[in-house]
T-cell receptor, first 112, second 117 residues
Framework: DAKTTQPTSMDCAEGRAANLPCNHSTISGNEYVYWYRQIHSQGPQYIIHGLKNNETNEMASLIITEDRKSSTLILPHATLRDTAVYYCIVRVMNSGYSTLTFGKGTMLLVSP | GAVVSQHPSWVICKSGTSVKIECRSLDFQATTMFWYRQFPKQSLMLMATSNEGSKATYEQGVEKDKFLINHASLTLSTLTVTSAHPEDSSFYIC?????????????FGNGTRLTVT
C-alpha cells in the first residue's frame, strides 16, 4: 500500500471545522483513500473513503486533490467527542480482498 | 451500519494459560476477517488474515502456533493466544470485510485488552 504522511497532532476549537491533511504522493490509480479514527481504548471507527471524487457523509467530507497526491478530511463542526487519532490510509483493491495498513495518524485534540 | 462484536472486552490471565477471543459480524457475512494487535502508544499492527473455511495467513514475525485463528463460519472468527506470557499483553482488535470486496470498508470490533500476569 502507498505510504501516507500526516501531522502528528492538531488542535481545534469546539464548534469550528477541523481540517486534517494527508499526503499520499505515491498513490496508484487503483488505490482508495480511507479515513478511520480511534478513540482511546476503542477499535477504529470507519469515517469515509474515496477514489478520486470528493465525498461527503453524515460524519465528514473528504476532499481529494485532482492529482490524488493529497487529501483533506473535514469535520465541519468539531465536538469534544471528536478528540481521537485520525488515520489516513490508502488501500489497494485486488481481486478478493485487501487489508488496511495503519500509520501513526494525527492526534486531534478538540478543546472547549 | 455494519457491526462487529468482540468478546471479551478485557481479560486477565496467568502466564502459561490460553485465552480465546471471539469476533462476530452481527449483521453481515464476513468472508474475510483480520486480527490486529496494538501496544501502548503505537499504531495497529496486522497479525493475520483469515478467510472462512481456510487456514489463516500470518504476517511475518507472528507465530502461527502461538496465535491460533479459526474462521469456522461467515460470522465468527476466533483468536486463541496459547501459553500466554506477559509480553503478549496487548490490545487485540478484529475487523471484518463484507459486501463488495472492491469498495467496502473494514469494520472493527471494540478490541480486547489482554493482561497476562
Amino acid at each position: 500500500d502507498a505510504k501516507t504522511t500526516q501531522p502528528t497532532s492538531m488542535d481545534c476549537a469546539e464548534g469550528r471545522a477541523a481540517n486534517l491533511p494527508c499526503n499520499h504522493s505515491t498513490i496508484s490509480g487503483n488505490e482508495y483513500v480511507y479515513w478511520y479514527r480511534q478513540i482511546h481504548s476503542q477499535g477504529p471507527q470507519y469515517i469515509i473513503h474515496g477514489l478520486k471524487n470528493n465525498e461527503t457523509n453524515e460524519m465528514a467530507s473528504l476532499i481529494i486533490t485532482e492529482d490524488r497526491k493529497s487529501s483533506t478530511l473535514i469535520l465541519p463542526h468539531a465536538t469534544l467527542r471528536d478528540t481521537a487519532v485520525y488515520y489516513c490510509i490508502v488501500r489497494v483493491m485486488n481481486s478478493g480482498y485487501s487489508t488496511l495498513t495503519f500509520g501513526k495518524g494525527t492526534m486531534l485534540l478538540v478543546s472547549p | 451500519g455494519a457491526v462487529v462484536s468482540q468478546h471479551p472486552s478485557w481479560v486477565i490471565c496467568k502466564s502459561g494459560t490460553s485465552v480465546k477471543i471471539e469476533c462476530r459480524s452481527l449483521d453481515f457475512q464476513a468472508t474475510t476477517m483480520f486480527w490486529y494487535r496494538q501496544f501502548p502508544k503505537q499504531s495497529l499492527m496486522l497479525m493475520a488474515t483469515s478467510n472462512e473455511g481456510s487456514k489463516a495467513t500470518y504476517e511475518q514475525g507472528v507465530e502461527k502456533d502461538k496465535f491460533l485463528i479459526n474462521h469456522a463460519s461467515l460470522t465468527l472468527s476466533t483468536l486463541t493466544v496459547t501459553s500466554a506470557h506477559p509480553e503478549d499483553s496487548s490490545f487485540y482488535i478484529c475487523s471484518a470485510l463484507g459486501g463488495n470486496p472492491y469498495n467496502s470498508p473494514l469494520h472493527f470490533g471494540n478490541g480486547t485488552r489482554l493482561t497476562v500476569t
